[in-house]
């Protein structure tokens, strides 16, 4: 927990950029590292009826953090990602509550 899953990016700059960004993220949020994993959602994007090329959007889904927390991890997501290439990358918090959220493990 956080759950952070990443819409248009390829594998390989998923792999490129988990290396810095969890330790980073983690040290903002203030948690373990092996509490973060990033899942990478394949996306295909259209307008018009037409295939075009998408955007990074960052889907952050934890229980609530203060500001300050949640911009700067915006902060460390954005500078990633458009340290790839890309001129647009959308943030996305959800929060998610203790008492309706369930995690089961044997």
């Known amino acids: 927990m956080p759950q952070i899953t990443v819409k248009g990016l390829t594998d390989e700059e998923m792999k490129r950029i988990s290396t810095p960004l969890i330790p980073q993220l983690a040290e903002a949020i203030g948690c373990p590292e092996d509490w973060l994993i990033l899942e990478l959602s394949h996306s295909t994007f259209y307008s018009q009826g037409q295939q075009v090329k998408g955007f990074p959007i960052v889907e952050v889904s934890w229980f609530d953090r203060t500001d300050e927390v949640r911009q700067k991890v915006a902060q460390i997501i954005r500078d990633t990602v458009l340290g790839q290439g ?21």
């Not at 647009?88 to 995690?103: A, P």
């Open 86 to 106: 890309y001129s647009l990358v959308q943030v996305i918090f959800t929060t998610l509550y203790q008492e309706k959220f369930y995690e089961y493990e044997t």
